[in-house]
């Protein structure tokens, strides 16, 4: 079946413009993270949604990260007045369940490369 | 701190030759330990992962990893590596209780034919 898919594949924005990204995981999977990918920060965990459970957004760096995910399927990663810090590949993954329990495996899409000039 | 610890930014190996690529984490209890594979333009594979049980975990495309407590460890190896093995490969953790991958910086596999 169809693996996990986000776009754009690529986005390039101005300093201060406000940027959504797009998720939409496997059919089934109840879980769906965001991650960055950064030349100096490696990869780090964003925002973690199970369910119809509160989400976890431990990872957010800063309150202009916002996410949502509707109908528990697709999910937005909005990016409000973004810097050039915020450039980064913005990799999202789901599983069946979540890590914690059964320890499901993660599929993740291809990323969006975010360049922000 | 608690961390992933990938001791070997960048590995170069001849085709054919064995591989063993670093991983250690530094959590008080054992957490589910992972190595994932991406590939240059390409989404994270996962390619095998330990919780439990036997240490000795085989994964896909002929790798497998080691889980040593004492060590804190799981290292990923194989015992000859093709050209197209070539990638860079992340080492993470799951804190039990927990639902997020931490990872480790990566390492840069470059294989000479």
């Known amino acids: 079946g169809a693996g996990v898919s986000q776009s754009p594949s690529n986005k390039v924005t101005e300093k201060g413009k406000d940027v959504e990204l797009r998720c939409d995981p496997i059919s089934g999977h109840t879980a769906l993270y965001w991650y960055r990918q950064s030349l100096g920060q490696g990869l780090e965990f964003l925002i973690y949604f199970q369910g119809n459970s509160a989400p976890d957004k431990s990872g957010l760096p800063s309150d202009r990260f916002s996410a949502e995910r509707t109908g528990g399927s697709v999910s937005t990663l909005t990016i409000q007045r973004t810097q050039q810090e915020d450039s980064a590949v913005y990799l999202c993954?789901?599983?069946?369940?979540?890590?914690?329990?059964?320890?499901?495996?993660?599929?993740f899409g291809p990323g969006t490369r975010l360049t922000v000039t | 701190a608690q961390s992933v610890t990938q001791p070997d930014i960048h590995i170069t190996v001849s085709e054919g030759a064995s591989l063993e690529l670093r991983c250690n984490y530094s959590?008080?209890?054992?957490?589910?330990l992972f190595w994932y594979v991406q590939s240059p333009g390409q989404g994270l594979q996962l390619l095998l992962k330990y919780f439990s049980g036997d240490t000795l975990v085989q994964g896909i495309k002929g790798f497998e990893a080691e889980f040593k407590r004492s060590q804190s460890s799981f290292n990923l190896r194989k015992p000859s590596v093709h050209w197209s093995d070539a990638a860079e490969y992340f080492c993470a953790v799951v804190r039990g209780g927990y639902n997020k991958l931490i990872f480790g910086a990566g390492t840069r596999l470059a294989v000479h034919p």
């Open positions: 959590y008080g209890a054992t957490p589910y």
């Open positions: 993954a789901s599983s069946l369940e979540g890590l914690s329990g059964s320890g499901s495996e993660q599929y």
